[in-house]
């Protein structure tokens, strides 16, 4: 049958998470660029998630979604432990070298299926439900970008930038 629908499936993991070129800048580690140290951790007025927050979830995500659909299930929210990590006094190189080992071993499990046969295939969910590989692969794409834009809007509002490009340079 071929790979032609992995192979693009790839591009686009790739192209959500750190994207080529001059326009990538709605992926997520473009978004990570422009953090400053003081940004991870700081709440907006009522808000709940740090950039901090925001990016240990995505990864963590990255290494549960691969451990359910590709590997033995062993990683699990309800057991401390099990998911690889990143902690709270880390800094911005080392969450990138974290995100970016969650996102290698998800990219090497999906150049693995070898046949486009293998995106219908049934696999678990973290939850425990069964999807169509494609869904599970398309799922942490959107999130991937999902979170860029949160981590985008956080990021413009500590640093007071919140405002459209032609609106800066007025």
Not at 48 to 58: A, K, L, P, T
Not at 68 to 82: I, K
Not at 101 to 110: D, H, P, S, W, Y
């Amino acid at each position: 049958m071929g790979d032609v629908a992995i192979q693009q499936l790839l591009y686009l993991m790739d192209e959500a998470f750190k994207a080529h070129g001059e326009h990538g800048e709605h992926t997520l580690l473009n978004n990570l660029r422009s953090v400053q140290d003081n940004d991870w951790h700081w709440l907006p007025p009522n808000g709940g998630r740090s950039i901090f927050d925001i990016v240990q979830h995505v990864g963590e995500c990255k290494y549960v979604y691969d451990s359910h659909a590709f590997g033995d299930g062993s990683m699990r929210w309800d057991r401390p432990g099990t998911i690889p990590s990143i902690d709270s006094a880390a800094k911005a190189p080392d969450i990138i070298v974290w995100l970016r080992e969650g996102q290698r071993a998800l990219i090497e499990n999906v150049q693995a299926l070898g046949d486009d046969e293998e995106l219908l295939k049934l696999r678990k969910a973290n939850w425990g439900e069964e999807y169509e590989t494609r869904w599970l692969i398309n799922t942490m794409i959107q999130h991937d970008l999902y979170h860029a834009g949160e981590i985008n809007h956080l990021r413009s509002l500590k640093q007071e930038t919140d405002k459209w490009a032609w609106q800066l340079e007025q």
